[in-house]
């Protein structure tokens, strides 16, 4: 069971509880067999289709569940990119959890899409944050890479992040802190630091550090702070970010922007199950 | 461990794994304590402080949380709703992860606010549905009744809803379903049925159930609907509801109207947590 | 892995732990197959067939498990209920914990079968309660319901019971205990209050609910409340209940009675697993 | 977390499930407090109380559970035995589970009371078996002890018990069955040999073992065996055996007697909780 | 899932986390396919295949592991002990975690031969501990019966082993702890004592039990120990045991010698996963 | 509960079963009380303090723990480094377990000092690699630093390392390889390849990585390397490194060398628990 399995046990544990779904089993004999298709009904980045199958291989490892469209395709409304067969029951039971699923994670490759198309031919990425649904960091990573942005770090494992309530408990001292950072942590990862000020920027740029995020800062100070820079770190602007001001950023000649938006304020997207009795084949 | 004890575990095994908050260990000192506020950035109904204090009991039990203002409370920008003291390096490592839960109630507890609003007056109770964030159930439920929205059914074992596959599973028969159902469900879980039409509308009212779901239909259906029914069953009207849409709903006579809405589509609102290194007292 | 599943795996880790079957493992090579049959040996409405097979699954899913019988057959003693095939080993090893299930279900059912017969005819129907060996709820639900009884809520969370101690909590006002639980429970689920006078039912009926429960009434009590109640409520009747008093209900009026003893001191029935070594086929 | 704490938490999940206890959430507000003291309603033997106390401290740690008899003690009717103070929303949903517990305990330590008094001043001691309620396995064996009998073996890893079907494994030989336990398992659980006839009971004295089991032998075919043995190992008596028949087996001068009926078919003996909401204190 | 599984579940987590195996994923496409084979690189007994080939099932179900040898057996340096099919992906993922596995598996297995070597042709079996690597027990002690040596105990729960501080808890007499011990202790287990000095033996001898422990006796008291006990108990000898002291100790007429050394300080032995894209047939 | 904890309770579990440790229960009264002292017996690097004291939390929480040395430091013979008090039964439960984890960190750290001190001058650093005690990763990772060697990558996720297979699998080239690293992978973890020639390596130059792994490479051809690089990359040494080796490589000019052996091989360093019935205070 990895990560995504145990958010998945958890959603149907919280839907179906130890007594399970009451209509279903009172209504759907187990020996009905069914059919169904996933609608798309709004244009959508697709995305989350690993986690909208294995829903139903929890609740059933014998339903199918065939996807004709892949993660990161773009689909128009009435397109059907899944069928799905096995017990009527299981499907009925199945079918909200893995909805709440995709329907989050095609929200999100859908504005990432947006967001990434903004920065297009401009050597600004466009990078998630770490501002995802809680349980679903996977799978919200992913659907930022389906929709064609950037995944910053996955966690507080896997990169270092200096904030300014680190540098005050080293004594306030960016030195110091990059220093430590320099010295414990793990081969692998890089090493950033935010500064909000040029005077706090020069410091880092004496020390040295793998990336800086400029935060909060107006396209004057980014200029100017890529200017003092000058290719030694790579350059992540961060802090009120919105699709409007995406293309002005491609400019300006930094490497990423990260906003938050992408993970914590995606919309669901319409997706449907259309569900039928399975016809015996004659 | 209840289910929101094992959704904030599985929240903060992905942030930290099994290495951790590399940044944290390697700079901040375990001797170093922290005070901080959790500050609200804009207009919003407070949810979600129950889940918020409990990250950090995961993280570190010293750590302290005191919220001045509770569930449900309208806060203004620049409220100070919360104060935390502690390990330093406890209040930075659960950051993250404690805003991604209150942020999200919030969010919910404000659009349930603003739906409760547009019906206030009227005898038209605002529910949720079970689209809610995977494995959030109960935060998104608890956020609803914050907002002053109305619970529906928690999940897929205390309520029955028969939609049309389950009536087709049993040969075609309203009346066959309602029966089986009366039959088989636990004695306290009343029994709600979807129609999509004044005929089978006609077959629910014959047969008698607790609750008719009169999906999609216009005003003049739903009025149409109210008339028949004459006040033997509770309605509840579903399918494409919008806030704009509400008030005039709550003149038909109907005693519920469910917005998917409320909890799949809320965004994160901004509240933010200010860190400070603890001064030690004199 | 739903609740049933996790009982198992307990079940299995008490008797296996991590050293597991000692005698098996010194004895039994893993290349033997054996062959079993599942022997009725009394008397009994069967139960419990999934929770058998499930067992055998989790110990080894190469063993399979065949009934021929369903739950809620009456079987007369000295029937093949079910058959084995598989590894030896295995079928040894799964043994005590499989029948340890199977027993307690038809002793569950068997008990049920009795309430149920004892109220053929009348509109009265018998109902289990939470009384329910700890782990074994969904099992023992199930056994009430095979044996031909019916079940009351599952458990604290798909059904309202009011009791006297809730009543007190609100200052000891019948009528607002009802008006907060209508306000605050999730839309479908049914509001029951219990009541031990006359006058506490007076109350119940001035303000309205969905079933009412007259605890430890003698049969006059229970006909003048009938009468007062006229049909607006349903009934249960509860309290030191037993097979002998059934008949005598059933003619009362009342349209339940609950039973904490068929699922509290039923007794384990008689089954028992006849293994032998498989022949190989010719 | 030990197997009785994941006992407790899968009992508590299923009764709570990720809704919650909804009637106490409803009408019992956070601030009230309670008192609660634990009447015994029928003569018993106590046990279970480290479980009863646990189911609490799973719901509230800060319910406080205090006994005043121990496990093991004969309460008459009308003794109380525990009082429990903390909120009353804790008291009332944690009630019936903790219930279900203690009174299984006790009707398992109320019928070995009743075998141990039943072979009193002999030799014999009385044995349970593995014929345990699942998941209830510690449970049950320490209701064993505080009744007066004796444990059997805990589980399949403490103890080797060799039947029919291992002998038949290895080729049908007793000496060879015997041969392989003592290769093969650890050094420190004892060997023991299940014979239905004397002359199966020969082989075994001629290979020796540590206990030789007698199943479904009458009182001649026992007596036999003891004079054949001579001491030589330990010699236990099993199969059908009754309260009834126990004194006389006393007098045949075997070691052991095990009873499944003391785990598998005690019935739950009569507590009950009666709470208070607790009067501030002046 | 068993403890091993439970162990193997632990350690891939810790090496794969939420984020995942981040350079297969980038690079390796899931429709590549590999060939592996498991060579040994040093002489070896092999132990641990099991372990290994778990390790793939919970990393991708569909890899296949055949090992053409099994555990006991010795290998030489560049022996080819197993194949393995699948995703190329699978295998690079899994490859770590399950060498970790059976390089340990082996190194204990390895050892333990040796120290079976050295008592050959005496009546001295030579046993493990409970030093084993925490979360391997199982597998630790299965390899140690793989090299040829014996299992003591499993864990706490399947012997009875008397040290001094139990001793001293009942007051300091050998006599009353030994009562105690067969007083409660399942039936099943045998009673071991620890004696670091004649005279406890003698105590000891006085009151009987299953099994001695001669602790860090010289091999003069150990044979005057032998003679006081006269065939009446095993023995085992214990503490500061090495290779060379085997032989030796095989010709004093004790049982059993334990060596915390086969488990707790084994090294890992040298084996490889020799992995290739696999050629597709023709 | 994080990695560690999960480790712990499952090496309890494996210890303890459902059984639990019977000797203690049955010698070892609840009310009597015990202090220890955690004993040095050799030249050792302290590691695992923390784990040592969570062993105890686990088993009782009202044992306390005291160390007066920390992790890191070196301690001679006959130093006490720690204090219990608690429960004498808890004590004894848990001494084994909580030795078995110290003894093996201390082993880590007190290899991991004599790699360091063997490069100390120079400007190489010793790292550890993934060939970690399964479940133990983080313990280990922790008893590296705490010996004064450095951590390599923690797992799969917070680092990519390029093998040869994972070139060939995206068809041989390494150009290839490292463009879809960079392309794929989250923006703060570094890129390191493994080369194993000179021709290798020239690839790796003229694409660009972070860090270049030379793979059992000999002295000449690493002096080659280095050249060749010219501080463009950081350069891992690997393949068989020796404590003899390393001082020779601290002059070759690569940055790091990393030893399976700090963490595959350590053998359990001799700690041992002094426990004595605590005098009740006067």
Known sequence: ????????ALALDEDLGAAGDVTTRALVPDTVRGRAELWV?????????????RVFRHVDPEVTVTFSRRDGEACAPR???ATLEGRLASLLTGERTALNLIQRACGIATLARKAADAVAGTRLKVLDTRKTPPGLRGLAKDA???GGAWNHRF???DGV???????AAVGGSVREALRRAKAHVPRLVKIEIEVTTLKQLDEVIAEGADVVMLDNMDDEQIREAVRRIGGR???EVSGGITLERLPRLGELGVDFVSMGALTHSARAMDLSLEIDIARPRA
Not at 1 to 8: F, G, Y
Not at 161 to 167: A, G, P, T
């Open 79 to 81: 397109t059907v990119v």
């Open 41 to 53: 009904k709004e244009d959508l980045v697709l995305a989350g289709t690993d986690a909208f199958a």
């Open 161 to 167: 992040l200096i904030k300014d309530n680190h540098i």
């Open 233 to 235: 770190m790579q350059i």
């Open 155 to 157: 966690g507080l494992f």
């Open 144 to 146: 930022v890479r389906a």
């Open 1 to 8: 069971m990895d990560h995504l399995d145990r958010l998945i």
